[in-house]
């Protein structure tokens, strides 16, 4: 598992960035923007390839199982407050603002549905979860996923195309338009590492006498074509200060905070969300006020946080794609302002934390909603949950079965722990009692029912672990299923030999291994494999 730790540009360890690209102006006009989004554009669901845009810790089943008991928390209180502010009759859409690969909607929408069913005073509601991207090509993909179609048959998911710092209505695919006046119940909007990467403004506050911070783009080399995305990975920002004298933000509600913290705080040093509040104002002009966000990210979320005098930090990440960190204090000072409130952990671990934020709703009393984020944000948070899982893969070499099974069932059979602890599973399988194998080989049908495919071969590593225990037949079926999402491999070929072997099956073993040995025909397991089944068949080659 890698961590959703990047590569900061300044001290990094590449060549020194001293041409001058673009001379500093605002960080939310800088030219880093555009070709943010036309990498996006470009790689479209390929931009989540192994080591390309993080999305680990805001994408596992705990983190989705957490967002979705907070919202069923909500919907309780949504629920409880009656007919003022709920109609039963209509139902309560989810948005996701930039979907990304899907993962999160699949693994959130399941978790949700059961609690949905579960819950008497939920039963019954009309849930419909919106995926949303800027990026066509995404948006067209997501329908055709193996995971997903089963939800958009069903009318349970949709998606749209959505710019979410200018767009003010949402298309759907279905063919309801989600506009001002047409929404009977609160939008529930999810940002999972969306406004770490989106317009940002800086600022600093120096005795009192607000600056902003303007951005200069320098890159490692001369670049003659100035919108091609690969730039990024060879700029850095430099920064220099500018006296703020009069209004800074159109938005009333921008500026407010600005002035809030010029007045609050007398050393500060922080990031204004400004593509952010401006999805924040859309939705909320959408829905007249009845806004329900949960945003995850890199933050901070204390006035502490934001105390100190150094220059934001540009993460550039290994596809070629960057971030900021969020500034979550901010997003809930700017919902304060609007009349709304917000729910905002208390950690200082600023790799990821979350926030809830509620617009103004009349009628509501959110008791259920504000116990839910506490329990699941507070007490044993996604955070905490990612640190613990990380931190045992990099100092423990050989963990106990027991112990991985823990992790997997505290996951709520997250796949990533099977492939982390792939090789240590396979070595402990075999000796372990008949009654853990049995446990160990139920987990791991609830990981596969749990697993998104999309990047790596999840079905192989569960088959080579049935094979250490015996397990031929469902060993079998994993290797089919490797062979249909990941295509021909010589390692899958020989397992599916092996366990065709253990079944008493070996003529269809023999085809097996010289599949096998037609993709690699120097595998010297496939080779001796192959003259043990054709002595024991009688076959003599020619």
């Known amino acids: 598992m890698m961590p959703d730790n990047p590569r900061v540009t300044e001290g990094a360890g590449k060549p020194r960035a001293d041409v001058l690209i673009e001379r500093g102006q605002r960080l939310s006009e800088s030219m880093i923007w555009p070709l943010q989004r036309a990498f996006y554009e470009r790689e479209g669901l390929l931009a989540w390839k192994p080591k390309a845009v993080p999305f680990y810790i805001t994408s596992n089943a705990f983190t989705a199982r957490a967002y979705a008991r907070t919202v069923a928390g909500f919907l309780r209180d949504l629920a409880a407050a009656g007919p003022g502010l709920f109609d039963p009759a209509a139902p309560v859409y989810i948005v996701e603002l930039a979907a990304g690969s899907g993962q999160f909607a699949c693994l959130f929408l399941r978790r949700l549905l059961e609690l949905r069913d579960a819950i008497p005073a939920l039963r019954g509601i009309d849930l419909r979860y919106v995926m949303t991207d800027f990026a066509p090509s995404s948006v067209d993909a997501w329908p055709a996923h193996e995971r997903l179609a089963p939800f958009f048959d069903r009318g349970l998911l949709d998606c749209a195309p959505f710019d979410l710092e200018s767009d003010r209505e949402l298309r759907l695919r279905s063919g ?93 040093s922080f990031l204004m969300p400004t593509g952010a509040f401006r999805c924040v104002r859309n939705l909320w002009d959408l829905t007249g006020g009845r806004l329900v966000l949960l945003c995850g990210d890199k933050a901070v979320s204390r006035a502490d946080e934001l105390a100190e005098a150094g220059a934001p930090r540009f993460y550039v990440h290994g596809g070629g794609c960057f971030s900021f960190q969020l500034d979550l204090h901010a997003l809930a000072q700017y919902f304060e302002e609007g009349g709304g409130r917000a729910l905002v952990g208390a950690s200082r671990d600023k790799r990821f934390k979350v926030g809830a934020y509620l617009g103004p709703l009349p009628g509501l009393s959110p008791d259920e909603t504000r116990l839910a984020f506490a329990e699941q944000q507070e007490s044993f948070s996604p955070a905490d949950y990612y640190a613990l899982v990380y931190g045992l893969r990099s100092t423990t070499a050989d963990a106990p079965l027991e112990v991985l099974l823990s992790q997997i069932r505290l996951g709520s059979h997250d796949y990533e722990l099977v492939f982390s602890w792939r090789e240590t599973l396979a070595k402990r399988a075999p000796d372990a009692p008949p009654w853990l194998q049995a446990e160990l080989a139920d987990a791991l049908d609830r990981v596969w029912d749990e697993y998104f495919p999309m990047q790596r071969d999840l079905a192989i590593e569960i088959a080579r672990i049935l094979l250490a225990m015996k397990r031929p037949e469902p060993a079998l079926f994993y290797c089919r299923e490797s062979l249909r999402l990941a295509g021909p491999q010589a390692l899958t070929f020989l397992s599916a030999g092996y366990a065709c072997v253990l079944l008493g099956r070996e003529r269809e073993a023999l085809a097996y291994v010289e599949q096998c040995l037609a993709q690699d025909g120097e595998n010297a397991a496939g080779r001796s494999l192959r003259e043990q089944l054709e002595r024991r068949l009688g076959v003599t080659r020619g």
């Open 176 to 268: 309801a338009v989600l506009q001002p006046g047409a929404l009977r119940n609160p939008l529930i909007a999810i940002a999972n590492y969306t406004f770490d990467s989106t317009a940002q403004d800086a600022f600093q506050v120096e005795a009192g006498t607000l600056h902003e911070r303007l951005a200069a783009v320098y890159s490692t080399q001369e670049e003659p074509d100035r919108g091609d995305p690969a730039m990024l990975a060879r700029v850095e920002l430099r920064w220099q200060s500018s006296p703020i004298a009069g209004r800074r933000f159109d938005d009333p509600l921008a500026e407010r905070v600005l002035l809030r913290r010029r007045r609050e705080m007398p050393v500060a």
